[in-house]
Structure formats: C-alpha cells, structure tokens
T-cell receptor, first 114, second 112 residues
Framework: DGGITQSPKYLFRKEGQNVTLSCEQN?????MYWYRQDPGQGLRLIYY???????QKGDIAEGYSVSREKKESFPLTVTSAQKNPTAFYLC?????????????FGSGTQLSVL | GDSVTQMEGPVTLSEEAFLTINCTYT??????LFWYVQYPGEGLQLLLK?????DKGSNKGFEATYRKETTSFHLEKGSVQVSDSAVYFC???????????FGKGTHLIIQP
C-alpha cells in the first residue's frame, strides 16, 4: 500500500544534540512538507519542498534543517539551535498543486528533550 | 496573509447530539477549504473538502458548506458517535507552493 512512513515514533534529544527525523513516501509525490504541532497551536510549517534538490523555509524554520536528495525522502534535522524542540512532528506529501487535492500525512514523531 | 480561525475546544457532547464546529477564514482570491481529522497519536486524514463557493463537502455523515459571503466553512453532523472523538482541523489552500494553512484545531469529546 502507498503511504508515508515516519520514524521513529518517539525520539529523545539531549541538550546540545542534533537529531534527525525520517520521512519516506512511496506515493510518487513531488511535494513534501514538515509541520510542527504543539498543543493548542495547530500545525505550523517548518520546511517544504516542491521538487528534488530544492526546498523552502516555512514559518518556523529557525533551528531546523532539511535535505531532499531523493524524491521519496525528506529528512528533518532538529539542531541544537532549536531551544524548544519538544513537539509532535508531522510529515506530509502531495502533488505540487494541492488546490483541489489533499495532503497525505505520516503518523508523526513525538520528540522530547531529556 | 491567509488565516483560519476555529472555535476553541474541547467541545464535549453526548452521543447522538448535533455537532457544529465553527470555522472562518481570511484569504485573498478563492481558496479551497478542507476539514481534516486527527485521532490520538496519528497524523491527519482528510475528512471533506470544497473548492468553490456554495459547494458542500460531505463524508461519514459530516458536512460543511463553503460560504463566501460569510467566509465560513462550519463542520456539522446530525448525530455524533463516541468514535467521532478526535481533533478536527479546518484548513485552506490559496494555491501557493507552501501547502495548507491550518486552524488551531478543535478537540471533540463524545460521551456515551
């Protein structure tokens, strides 16, 4: 079955450590997105990519980095510069024009600070 | 910029009650409008959508009508079930490359 796989489900970060969240899709979608979800805050866009080897900052990109070396993969690195990383992180994908189409979401990664 | 405002939760109802979750939006042009649902510990799933004024989206007994004159897209269901307990997000697409703009979500709790 086609879909988006995020791993790990739960991740713990120590102070000063970088951690990488994985996102893989087999839907053949060009566009991929990373959102951060905090209680009562809804979803906020971190980074997005419309095509391989290209990505753009979203609303809250500071302290995060991404790469898009393959169409299927869009990993997110939470760097030590992100001072408040505890949140639920959601990856999504779609065809480039989503005016009439939906986003497909992964099941998320819960990141916590030790 | 674009924005979506939803009624704050949690919203607690008894089984078989009528549900309304309000959603209003601000956008330039003519956005598409969506309702997504999130069950505990999971990602979001599309519930329904509407792409132009006066369109009605419907799915699983839920409905929402795109009202351009009031810039609203309220979610309704005539008789809720315990299994409808989840967080509901209203969202819009302005057609840009940066995906959807989401509201803050409304936590719905249905008691038996």
């Amino acid at each position: 079955d086609g879909g988006i796989t995020q791993s790990p489900k739960y991740l713990f970060r120590k102070e000063g450590q970088n951690v990488t969240l994985s996102c893989e899709q087999n839907l053949n979608h060009d566009a991929m997105y990373w959102y951060r979800q905090d209680p009562g805050q809804g979803l906020r866009l971190i980074y997005y990519s419309q095509i391989v080897n290209d990505f753009q900052k979203g609303d809250i990109a500071e302290g995060y980095s991404v790469s898009r070396e393959k169409k299927e993969s869009f990993p997110l690195t939470v760097t030590s510069a992100q001072k408040n990383p505890t949140a639920f992180y959601l990856c999504a994908s779609s065809i480039p024009d989503i005016t009439n189409e939906k986003l497909f979401f992964g099941s998320g990664t819960q990141l916590s600070v030790l | 910029g674009d924005s979506v405002t939803q009624m704050e939760g949690p919203v607690t109802l008894s089984e078989e009650a009528f549900l309304t979750i309000n959603c209003t939006y601000t956008a330039t042009g003519y956005p598409s409008l969506f309702w997504y649902v999130q069950y505990p510990g999971e990602g979001l799933q599309l519930l329904l959508k509407a792409t132009k004024a006066d369109d009605k989206g419907s799915n699983k007994g839920f409905e929402a009508t795109y009202r351009k004159e009031t810039t609203s897209f309220h979610l309704e269901k005539g008789s809720v079930q315990v299994s409808d307990s989840a967080v509901y997000f209203c969202a819009l697409s302005g057609g840009g490359a940066d995906g959807l703009t989401f509201g803050k979500g409304t936590h719905l709790i249905i008691q038996p």
